[in-house]
């Protein structure tokens, strides 16, 4: 299959008070088209930097020293800010572990869902809003008039969740990131999440990267698996080889924790 | 027994507009009734919003129940707020983000009067060391801590009183699934040094498998069923039950 995204030897590092912390340091990685790959790690491994590292929304005081990002023959990483705002949520989409922190708490569902169609493919009020509702129902949500006209306090972590991914994929993204999406939520309401994700990713055909903690998830719903520990990328593998034969420790921490605590 | 809850009921009452007009009530929990002996362990499980934590706190009496009882034995337990002690969710919450580790902690050691003053220091310090914790903690204060090692604090600050019984609402459920392993085998390790006795509150039934003798299984307020966790999970009785180990399984 095609390599879709490259990341190739990335370092990133924060300005802190005293001295400066390398965060990720050469990660290579590699998404392929129509897969599901699983990046999991501890928090402070350096999962979120790398994958926010993508287009260029790091926090201000950190900075990429070293590295690559390939996307469509283009390297995201040295792209003008311009070019790089049409990439960022149009072709590279992102949804986050807080959905109602993620979401706008003074503007409706409605006026929010709009926006990615109005600003990226030009529509009219009107038209945006047909489309943002047929989103809606695509994420399976069955009161989208209500949903539609509610402020994201008014609705469960869950239904925010389905929201936010609702407009992640308004301008039918090519790659979804996904960072610890599920984290926030009851398992049973994760469990629909993740349902919904791979039926998305079927019926729409972007590719996932999927970041998280938790080996179940991987389990469930991983292609490749890729493990980070201590800002570098210390194991790689399809999804069976990982779980029959880990190679290194931290690998094998994350499935006994899974083993221990995510698995009946 | 040694905890006893008979029927309780809380109503919580909807109120609207600018002179908070009552207009209704929400029942969060509705004819609740368990009862669990000491040293055991028992799981509360449920999705948010079906009255785990309005239970826990009306067992701690934080909160008034509008119907029904709760019992503790009472020739186990003198000083409820000393003998039954909590442990939440979110330890970034819980800990005054201004006081050192070492003031939080001798706080329920004087407001209890557990030790004399010029113990205090070394007291804390071997709380430190239950938790996993050392001596160089007593000076900092939480923000410089991770998300695990505040809640090994707020376990260190739970012990300084020797309680009898804590409960713990979704102790783990903020925390990484490493991390989350590495504290369940503290909480087990603890239980069995110090004789306690727990109720684990969790949205995850995989979570409680492993360390509870019984489970509760609520729903919207209500019990829907409970048992020993061995035939919980071999033999789920109700629908909910199926779709909660579903949910866990994947």
């Known amino acids: 299959m095609e390599n879709l995204l490259q990341i190739q030897n990335l370092e990133v590092r924060f300005r802190m008070h005293k001295y400066d912390i390398t965060a990720v340091k050469g990660v290579c990685l590699e998404l392929k ?3 599901i790959l699983v990046l999991a790690g501890e928090s402070g491994s350096g999962k979120s930097v790398a994958a926010l590292a993508v287009t260029r929304i790091l926090p201000s005081n950190a900075r990429v020293v070293f590295g690559k990002v390939i996307f469509k023959g283009r390297d995201l990483l040295s792209l003008d800010e311009t070019s790089l705002a049409g990439v960022r949520g149009k072709e590279i989409a992102y949804i986050f572990q807080e959905p109602s922190s993620a979401l706008n708490p003074v503007y409706t569902v409605g006026n929010q869902l709009i926006e990615p169609f109005m600003l990226h493919q030009g529509k009219s009020p009107r038209q945006a809003r047909a489309e943002a ?15 539609m006209d509610s402020y994201p306090h008014q609705l469960s972590g869950g239904m925010n969740q389905r929201v936010f991914i609702a407009m992640s994929l308004a301008c039918n993204p090519q790659i979804l990131i996904a960072d610890e999406p599920t984290t926030a939520l009851d398992v049973t309401i994760e469990a629909e999440i993740l349902k919904l994700l791979v039926e998305l990713k079927k019926k729409i055909g972007f590719s996932l990267l999927f970041i998280t903690h938790n080996f179940s998830i991987a389990r469930r719903i991983a292609d490749r698996v890729c493990v980070m520990y201590k800002g570098a990328v210390v194991e790689e593998g399809g999804i069976e080889r990982i779980f029959n034969s880990p190679r290194h420790f931290h690998t094998r921490d994350l499935i006994s924790a899974y083993e221990k605590i995510g698995k009946i | ?111 209890h009067r557990i030790c004399p003053k010029r113990m205090i220091r070394q007291t804390v310090s071997e709380l430190l060391e239950l938790v996993g914790l050392n001596e160089s903690a007593l000076n900092r204060l939480p923000r410089e801590f991770s998300g695990g090692e505040r809640q090994r604090i707020c376990i260190a600050r739970v012990l300084a009183v020797g309680p009898k019984c804590i409960i713990l609402d979704e102790p783990i459920s903020s925390l990484d699934l490493t991390i989350q392993a590495k504290l369940l085998d503290l909480f087990m390790g603890l239980k069995k040094k110090f004789n306690l006795t727990y109720i684990f509150i969790s949205h995850n039934l995989a979570v409680v498998k492993n360390i509870t003798d019984f489970v509760l299984v609520m729903k919207d307020g209500r019990v829907v069923e409970q048992g020993k966790t061995g035939d919980i999970f071999r033999n789920p009785g109700r629908e909910y039950t199926k779709v909660l180990l579903a949910a866990a399984k994947g």
Not at chain 2, 46 to 55: R, V
């Open chain 2, 1 to 111: 027994m040694f905890l006893e809850v008979k029927n309780i009921t809380k109503d919580f009452p909807v109120e609207h507009g600018m002179f908070r007009r009552s207009s209704g009530v929400v029942r969060a929990l509705d004819n609740v009734s368990f009862s669990l002996n000491e040293f055991e362990t028992l799981g509360i499980v449920g999705e948010s919003g079906s009255g785990k934590t309005t239970l826990a706190k009306i067992i701690m009496k934080l909160l008034p129940a509008t119907g029904g009882d709760v019992r503790f034995d009472a020739s186990r337990i003198g000083n409820l707020r000393k003998d039954i002690q909590i442990i939440f969710q979110n330890p970034y919450n819980s800990l005054d983000p201004k006081m050192r580790i070492i003031d939080a902690l001798a706080e329920p050691l004087i407001i």
């Open chain 1, 33 to 35: 088209k129509d897969e």
């Open chain 1, 133 to 147: 509702e047929a989103l809606l129902s695509l994420v399976k949500i069955g009161d989208v008039k209500r949903v």
